[in-house]
């Protein structure tokens, strides 16, 4: 019963492979999805509004590139252990 490799392999295996622009996309639909909400609430100055659409894409950039990092060591870790011989 061999499967092929199932959606959320093949999508762990491209951000593996692609790091920087999945972070660059997460960076930017957290922009235009903030800037979106901000929109919304019209008591507040545009100056506030895209602050704050940049302070929510910094927060959410930094915690993609901390699961990139993770992400990355173990994988790291699981090639070293799969090339240790029993």
Request: hydrophobic share 45%; glycine share 4%; net charge positive.
């Amino acid at each position: 019963m061999a499967e092929g490799p199932n959606s959320f392999e093949s999508l762990r295996k491209w951000v593996v492979e692609h790091k920087l622009r999945a972070v660059g996309c997460l960076w930017l639909s957290g922009i235009a999805g903030s800037i979106a909400y901000n929109w919304s609430r019209p008591n507040m100055k545009t100056s506030v509004k895209l602050i704050h659409a940049r302070l929510h894409a910094q927060a959410l950039s930094l915690a993609a590139v901390t699961v990139a990092a993770v992400v990355d060591n173990y994988d790291h870790q699981s090639k070293s252990e799969s090339n240790v011989p029993a």
